[in-house]
């Protein structure tokens, strides 16, 4: 039986209880399962392991900056076993794609890959009112996670051999959209416009305990952001004060989130009317 190791990425919840599923799963074909959050995870022993599991949400049509540093600073997997599972909310874009050739990439044998929906708190959508998949992971969607787990149990067992590279689906107008997220323009240029207003910030820090990549410090009792963010807009959705402002609050963004909104209802993307207010996102 495998000593696996399930690395997950999950802000708002999806992901996680996928992994639930498939550890769960995994632990009941006889496996030996550990999972540790990536946001804060250590690789020192990934030398004990005998397969790697990355679950990761889909941010901006690709993987999350965190995530893909991660599986670029993982050591070589020669020789283990590889495989991934991502939940989304309205459009994956090329995420699949790109974990399974990173993971190739670290010469593990890629056995396969999961996907399903998962709610999607993007704050882009639930400041405007939407809150899409509110039900995902369904239970359904649950149940195929755990058939997913009997086959990368199976795989691993025969030592089946990778699946092949999923291809990229991006739509045009999300393709332009993605690279206007690149590194290089939330590194230089949009993580510098974030800003807590002062006469609404009362220095509770839960801007600082909420951001997944320590971007944020406290000097002389304000807010400081660093360059290191993956424009996630946590900090700002859980300001109980509404006091956090950047680039995603302006002008260049917004006709893109009504674009996104208006194409995911009208394919037919299951949502629901929310409000946000106080930190907190409210089923209406
Ligand atoms: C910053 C951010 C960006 C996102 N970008 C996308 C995207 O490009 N495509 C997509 O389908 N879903 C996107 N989503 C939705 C999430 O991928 C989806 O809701 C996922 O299930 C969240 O997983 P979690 O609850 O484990 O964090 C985004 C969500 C956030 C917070
Ligand atoms: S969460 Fe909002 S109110 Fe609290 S410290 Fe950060 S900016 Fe200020
Ligand atoms: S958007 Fe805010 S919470 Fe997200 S990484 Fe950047 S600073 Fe951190």
Request: aromatic share 10%; proline share 6%; hydrophobic share 35%.
């Amino acid at each position: 039986m495998a000593k696996i190791l399930l690395a997950v990425f999950s802000q708002s919840g999806a992901t996680i209880s996928v992994a639930g599923r498939i550890e769960a799963g995994l632990k009941s074909s006889g496996h030996s399962v550990h999972t540790i959050p990536i946001e804060k995870g250590s690789l020192s022993e990934l030398n004990e392991y005998d397969a790697v599991g990355i679950g990761t949400p889909v941010f901006f049509y690709r993987l999350p900056f965190l995530v893909s540093d991660f599986i670029r600073n993982l050591p070589l997997l020669k020789g283990k076993s590889a495989f991934w599972f991502c939940t989304y909310g309205t459009v994956p874009g090329k995420s699949f794609r790109q974990i399974h050739r990173l993971l190739s990439g670290k010469e593990a044998v890629v056995l396969d890959g999961f996907s399903c929906r998962g709610a999607d708190y993007w704050y882009g959508y639930t400041k405007r009112g939407y809150l899409f998949n509110p039900e995902s992971p369904t239970e359904e969607e649950l149940f195929s996670a755990g058939v997913f787990s009997s086959e990368i149990s199976r795989a691993l067992e025969n030592q089946v051999h990778s699946s092949p590279v999923p291809p990229d689906k991006t739509p045009l107008a999300y393709a332009v959209e993605r690279m206007s997220m690149s590194r290089f323009n939330v590194q230089t240029f949009y993580s510098r416009t974030f800003r807590s207003k002062r006469v609404l910030c009362r220095e509770c820090r839960s801007c600082v305990t909420a951001c997944p990549n320590q971007n944020i410090t406290f000097v002389k009792e304000r807010p400081r952001w660093g360059t290191a963010c993956i424009m996630c807009q946590k900090c700002a959705q859980s300001c109980p004060e509404g006091a956090i402002r950047s680039v995603a609050d302006g002008l260049m963004f917004a006709p893109i989130m009504n674009f996104n909104i208006h194409d995911a209802k009208k394919r037919g993307i299951p949502y629901v009317h929310v409000e946000h207010r106080a930190g907190q996102t409210r089923v209406l």
